[in-house]
T-cell receptor, first 112, second 115 residues
């Protein structure tokens, strides 16, 4: 595998479910990001991790819980989501001093 | 505050015609500027970037962009559009330095290509 991978690619869940999104980067980068992309809205930065430490939480509701066990893996744990959380969730990574972010294909999440 | 404006939400061009997508930014220092493209159901792919130096930047797929500081613009151009260029295009401005890198994205321009 090369680049940034995300699993699953599609996820349908009920509001009481608990699920997790996974992101893995094979680029040797040190920073990883979660974005939310909703229709007709700009990309929303959710979380930033640098060397496994969270450096930014962009006022994201607590029903979204990120985890970064190492610089190559990033998870987004989901629980008691709302229908308005339905969106494309994108993961990205960058070298700390590069600014150039590489994106995964995204997970299309539907909350029923 | 940093911001990016893409004034055109939707553009339609004929195949073979030239293309220019507009991007204006607001940033206090020298910006780092990017253009990304997103095909339906896919993530974002980097087309080109400007960090410093030559203000005319060449990218992949025959795209180029020109940084104009006086106009706070970074417009994307292509001399001859192909049907496969139909996608959504995002301009972004980045902050450099410190512990993290942060990109601010525009709202995107959806490009349709007519045969």
């Amino acid at each position: 595998e090369t680049g940034v991978t995300q699993t699953p690619r599609h996820l349908v869940m009920g509001m009481t479910n608990k699920k997790s999104l996974k992101c893995e980067q094979h680029l040797g980068h040190n920073a990883m990001y979660w974005y939310k992309q909703s229709a007709k809205k700009p990309l929303e930065l959710m979380f930033v991790y640098n060397f496994k430490e969270q450096t930014e939480n962009n006022s994201v509701p607590s029903r979204f819980s990120p985890e970064c066990p190492n610089s190559s893996h990033l998870f987004l744990h989901l629980h008691t989501l709302q229908p308005e959380d339905s969106a494309l969730y994108l993961c990205a990574s960058s070298h700390t001093l590069g600014n150039e972010q590489f994106f995964g294909p995204g997970t299309r999440l539907t909350v029923l | 505050a940093q911001s990016v404006t893409q004034p055109d939400i939707h553009i339609t061009v004929s195949e073979g015609a030239s293309l220019e997508l507009r991007c204006n930014y607001s940033y206090g220092a020298t910006p780092y500027l990017f253009w990304y493209v997103q095909s339906p159901g896919q993530g974002l792919q980097l087309l080109l970037k400007y960090f410093s130096g030559d203000t005319l930047v060449q990218g992949i797929k025959g795209f180029e962009a020109e940084f104009k500081r006086s106009q706070s613009s970074f417009n994307l151009r292509k001399p001859s559009v192909h049907w496969s260029d139909a996608a959504e295009y995002f301009c972004a401005v980045g902050s450099y330095g410190g512990a993290t890198n942060k990109l601010i994205f525009g709202t995107g321009t959806l490009l349709a290509v007519q045969p």
